[in-house]
C-alpha cells in the first residue's frame, strides 16, 4: 500500500516537473529561438547573469521575473469569476490529460511491480477525449466574461473550431482503436514492441488525419483563427494580462507536449525502440547490474544479490524507455513548431471546409477501409 502511494507521488512529480518544470518555460524560448533561425534572425539573446547569456536560456526566467509583478487586470463590465477561472480551466484540461499516457512500460523492482503511467485506465482514450473537449470551455468563457468584442469574437471562433475538429478527431482514432482492440494507452503502447506493428504502419491516413486536428484543437498557426493578432488583437485573451496571461500561454505549450506524448503512444510505438525489445535491453543491462551488486556487496553481504543485480539492470532499461520516449516528444514539438513557423494562417471558412468537408469524409473513408482488411 505503501509502495504504491510513493510510486503514484514520483509519478506525479515526474509527469507534473517535465511538464511545467522544464517543457512549459522551455517552449517559449525554443519558439523564439526556432522562429529566428528559421528567419535568419540571431533570436533571444539579451538576458544575462554576470555578462553569461548562453544563447539566450536565461530569457524564461526573466520572463516569469515580469509577469509576476505586472498588474493582473480586469475591465470594467467584465465577469469577474470567470474571468479568473478561464485560464484555469485552459491549463489544467492540457496537464490533467497526461495522467494516463504511458511514459514507459511494465517493470518489476525486488517483487514490486511499476507501472510508468499515473491512472491506467481501461478507457484511457475516452478520458482523453473527455478533458480535451473541456477545454474550449476556457477559450470561450474568456472571451464572454473580458466584456470585449475582439475577445467574444475570439471565443466564438474558438467554440466552433474545436467543436469542429473534435467531431473529426474522435473518427480519426477510431482505425486505431480497431486495429489494436482496446481503449487502453497502456496496450496500445506494448501491442507496438514489434516495429513493424507501429500505428503509423497501420494507420498512416489516420495519423495525418489525428495530427492535424490535433493541431487545429490547439489554436495555433495555421490554425490559430480564435487569437489572429491581424484582426482581433489577441482574440479571446486580448484583456488578459501578467500571471493569467501566462496561464494561457503555458496551457498552450503544456499542450503541444500532451499532443506529441499522444501521437508517440498511438502511432509511432510510445517507449519502444525499434527492433529491441524490453527484455533484451534488460538483458543489455545485466552486466552493469552485476557490477554495481558487487559493489554493493562491498558495503554489505546483504546488498549483492541476483535479484540486485536484476532490479539495476531493470532500472536502467527503465530509464532509457523514458529517455525514448521523450526523445520522440521532442521530434514531434519540434515538427509542431516548424509547421507553426512555416504555413501561413487559414481563413475561416478554410478551417472549417477543411475540417467538414475533407477530414471528416476522410476519416470515415479510412474507418471503412480499416474495417474491410479486418474482415
Not at 520572463?63 to 470594467?76: H, N, Q, R
Not at 466574461?145 to 473550431?161: D, K, V
Request: one cysteine or more; aromatic letters at 14%; glycine letters at 8%.
Amino acid at each position: 500500500m505503501i509502495a504504491d502511494l510513493i510510486e503514484t507521488v514520483v509519478k506525479i512529480l515526474i509527469v507534473f516537473g517535465i511538464n511545467m518544470g522544464f517543457f512549459a518555460p522551455i517552449l517559449g524560448w525554443v519558439e523564439r529561438k526556432q522562429s529566428a533561425v528559421m528567419q535568419d534572425r540571431v533570436g533571444a539573446n539579451r538576458a544575462d547573469i554576470l555578462g553569461f547569456r548562453i544563447i539566450g536560456l536565461f530569457h524564461p526566467i526573466a520572463d516569469a521575473l515580469k509577469v509576476m509583478v505586472k498588474e493582473d487586470f480586469i475591465p470594467d463590465g467584465a465577469n469577474k469569476l470567470f474571468h479568473t477561472l478561464a485560464p484555469f480551466i485552459s491549463l489544467t484540461c492540457a496537464l490533467v490529460t497526461f495522467a494516463v499516457i504511458p511514459f514507459g512500460g511494465q517493470y518489476e523492482l525486488f517483487g514490486h511491480k511499476v507501472n510508468l503511467v499515473i491512472a491506467d485506465l481501461d478507457v484511457g482514450i475516452l478520458f482523453v477525449f473527455a478533458f480535451a473537449s473541456l477545454a474550449p470551455f476556457g477559450a470561450v468563457l474568456a472571451g464572454w466574461s473580458s466584456n470585449n468584442n475582439w475577445s467574444f469574437l475570439g471565443g466564438m471562433r474558438a467554440s466552433a473550431q474545436m467543436l469542429s475538429y473534435e467531431v473529426a478527431m474522435g473518427f480519426t482514432i477510431i482505425g486505431v482503436i480497431m486495429v489494436y482492440g482496446t481503449l487502453q494507452l497502456t496496450e496500445i503502447g506494448a501491442a507496438q514492441a514489434d516495429f513493424f506493428r507501429w500505428g503509423i504502419f497501420l494507420q498512416p491516413v489516420g495519423f495525418l488525419l489525428f495530427f492535424t486536428c490535433a493541431i487545429a484543437e490547439n489554436k495555433r498557426i495555421p490554425f490559430d483563427m480564435p487569437e489572429a493578432e491581424s484582426e482581433l488583437v489577441a482574440g479571446y485573451f486580448t484583456e488578459y494580462s501578467g500571471m493569467k496571461f501566462v496561464m494561457f500561454w503555458m496551457g498552450e505549450f503544456v499542450e503541444i507536449v500532451t499532443i506529441s506524448a499522444i501521437v508517440t503512444t498511438l502511432f509511432f510505438g510510445a517507449w519502444h525502440i525499434p527492433f529491441v525489445s524490453d527484455t533484451a535491453l534488460v538483458s543489455l543491462f545485466s552486466p552493469v547490474g552485476q557490477a554495481a551488486s558487487n559493489l554493493l556487496a562491498m558495503i554489505h553481504d546483504s546488498l549483492g544479490s541476483p535479484a540486485t543485480a536484476l532490479a539495476v539492470s531493470t532500472l536502467l532499461a527503465m530509464v532509457v524507455n523514458l529517455g525514448v520516449f521523450l526523445a520522440k516528444i521532442i521530434f514531434f514539438i519540434w515538427l509542431q513548431m516548424t509547421i507553426r513557423w512555416t504555413l501561413p494562417r487559414f481563413r475561416y471558412d478554410q478551417v472549417m471546409r477543411l475540417g467538414w468537408k475533407m477530414i471528416l469524409p476522410i476519416s470515415l473513408i479510412n474507418i471503412f477501409i480499416t474495417g474491410l482488411f479486418m474482415l
